[in-house]
């Protein structure tokens, strides 16, 4: 149900109490025994609310020193990067972390104007910093972000020294470690002032910013932008890359407009939301109703998320483009257009992704790597250039250098908005105009994500379902031809399931924070196609539910 006052702006009524927010970060303490209170690590870090005793000062400190103890076991001794986005409780979380980590000695990199840090900024950062270095001295890092989350919410993860997200095996440890840090009353956790903190001589400063600025050049044809007088309009939604955007439209000599250069902890500037709340999802067609209202101004639009991992791509032709259609579009271009990769580079996709991408593949005859949700997956191809292009439905994803070799292991936003207008320039049609001529040759799909109720029991066999536990034979009217539990591209557990026919297919998983599981469903036959498909994937999983049960 979209709310009634979705993309309209926001009002007072809806921004947060920034003052309580900080207040509650330190004067809150977490329940050990509660569930919600505990540190856990998603696909993307650990994430709450300071409100909900979710995201506390124990909660960082905590993981602080379980991220110290582990790069200790793991032999990492280099430098720590340290980035934070603009979310209310990302500057507390920041000095947080900064006095444990100087209390254990570890050489922190922080920014040099003390600025905000997107996260593919601090990516290549570690990158730039482990090139040539196999063994002492390699480099790790900590981004303080809860993404496109509303602003009540903070996030903290860890990136180790292949520069991406960290495994199921670092994060499982680093949040075992911090909840018995925390149940032991934080008598293990060092830490040390503020003030000793900065003035440690382990505490050092790093230019991200110009760093990554200057080096884009190695991944993007700026000089093709510049000769075709790309009018381009980027908007920050408030977050990290504020900074970033007028730097490159400077450097690299780009007609560029920022086209909201403000930073504010409440967000105020933000139209809501679907579901009414402030949201910087640069996916979303409500949160982003601003930009898309001023698409005639811009050859190319573009928005970021609070830690410009994620992209949205903004047409004047055809608005605000759906996540999927712009990752198809951006696979078909680069692998036609990167002749320094390497001719055997796979594309990756999460299996939740649109299956035009695999027909894109197919056409390209490029062999596609289908994984589970979560970035974490693309890292050791994008890494070793096995994947040229790593993306999610969600609307992240990074690609490599031109000449092959690695830039990011994690999500890059200001990459993917910029490659847009790399593509425009070089072939003189916009993305969306790209993305038509893909569905004339390979059909129109529709594709939707819903949620549906489920018990955190529910949920947890849902995560364990195996596929013989799904006795149907057709899906919407098409007979099945695969039940999958694993993923096909490297086998690991999708902690749900996903069904597939010849023209359509549904996955369905457990949400990690609601008591909900996703079912994403797309159909080559239409919409009404796919409200069959959706229709009866309920239906299906929860036969499946009760026969597991």
Known sequence: MVHERAGKPAQSGDLVDVARLVTAYYAGHPDPADPDQRVAFGTS??????????????????????????????????????????????????????????????????????????TPAVSHAILTHNRDRSGNGRADGIVVTPSHNPPADGGFKYNPPHGGPAGSDATSWIQDRANALIEGGLKEVRRITYAKALAAPTTARHDFLTAYVDDLPAVLDLDAVRDAGVRIGADPLGGASVAYWGRIAERHRLDLTVVNPLADPTWRFMTLDWDGRIRMDCSSPHAMASL???????????????????????????????????????????????????????????????????????????????????????????FDGGLGFGGEESAGASFLRRDGRVWTTDKDG????????????????????????????????????????????????????????????????????????????????????????????????????????????????????????????????????????
């Open 414 to 549: 200001i990459l993917l908005a910029l490659l847009a207008s790399e593509i425009t320039a070089v072939t003189g049609s916009t993305p969306s105009q790209h993305y038509g001529e893909l569905t004339a040759r390979f059909g129109d799909p529709a594709y939707a994500r819903v949620d549906a109720p489920a018990t955190r029991e529910e949920k947890a066999v849902l995560a364990r379902l195996a596929p013989d536990q799904v006795t149907a034979d057709t899906l919407a009217g098409e007979p099945i031809t695969a039940v999958l539990t694993e993923a096909p591209g490297n086998g690991a557990a999708i902690g749900g399931l996903k069904v597939c026919t010849e023209s359509a297919w549904f996955a369905a998983r457990p949400s990690g924070t609601e008591d909900v599981y996703k079912v994403y469903a797309e159909s080559f036959q239409g919409p009404g196609h796919l409200a069959r498909v959706q229709e009866e994937a309920r239906t299906l999983v929860s036969t499946a539910l009760g026969t597991a049960g």
């Open 45 to 118: 870090g650990h994430r709450g609310s300071s409100l909900a005793a979710a995201f506390n000062d124990d909660h960082i400190a905590a993981t602080t020193q379980a991220i110290c103890e582990y790069r200790t076991r793991q032999g990492t001794d280099g430098p720590l990067f340290l980035g934070a986005d603009t979310h209310a409780l990302s500057e507390p979380a920041r000095v947080t972390a900064l006095e444990v980590l100087a209390a254990n000695g570890v050489t922190v990199l922080i920014d040099s104007d003390d600025g905000y840090t997107p």
């Open 292 to 382: 898309i209202e001023r698409r005639d101004a811009y050859t190319i639009a573009t928005g970021n998320d609070a830690d410009a991992d994620r992209h949205g791509i903004v047409t004047p032709d055809g608005g605000l483009m759906n996540p999927n259609h712009y990752l198809a579009v951006a696979i078909r271009y680069l692998y036609s257009h990167r002749d320094g990769w390497p001719g055997d580079a796979g594309i990756g996709k999460t299996l939740v992704s649109s299956s035009m991408i695999d027909r894109v593949a197919a056409d390209l005859g490029r062999r596609l790597v289908e994984v589970p949700v979560g970035f974490k997956w693309f890292v050791d191809g994008l």
